[in-house]
């Protein structure tokens, strides 16, 4: 059974900072690209950082270069996103997702809000 669980979401002020971490199980973890997305209310789901199955590539939307980072530890079948220096319009539900060829599995997401 696939499952992917996320968490560390939360409320956090303006240039506050939260660590996301996707926990996954039922699948080789290892040869998965695994990678982020949000959703914010009525926006459509936008990819925010994907990182390869070794880790040794990653790649961010232009919106957080520099302030995010996605890491993965395949021993722990875990992926993370830290992210800092977070601004009101990061507000938004995060998914995480792993890819191997066609096959695409999903998390069921985690809400940070960013708010004074």
């Known amino acids: 059974q696939v499952q992917l669980v996320e968490s560390g979401g939360g409320l956090v002020q303006p240039g506050g900072s939260l660590r996301l971490s996707c926990a996954s199980s039922?699948?080789?973890?290892?040869?998965?690209?695994m990678s982020w997305h949000r959703q914010a209310p009525g926006k459509e789901r936008e990819l925010v950082a994907a990182i390869s199955s070794s880790g040794n590539s990653a790649r961010y939307t232009d919106s957080v270069k520099g302030r995010f980072t996605i890491s993965r530890d395949n021993a722990k079948n875990t992926v993370f996103l830290e992210m800092n220096s977070l601004k009101l319009e990061d507000t938004a539900v995060y998914y995480c997702k792993a890819q191997f060829v066609s096959l695409a599995y999903w998390g069921q997401g985690t809400q940070v809000t960013v708010s004074s």
């Open positions: 039922g699948f080789r973890f290892s040869v998965y690209d």
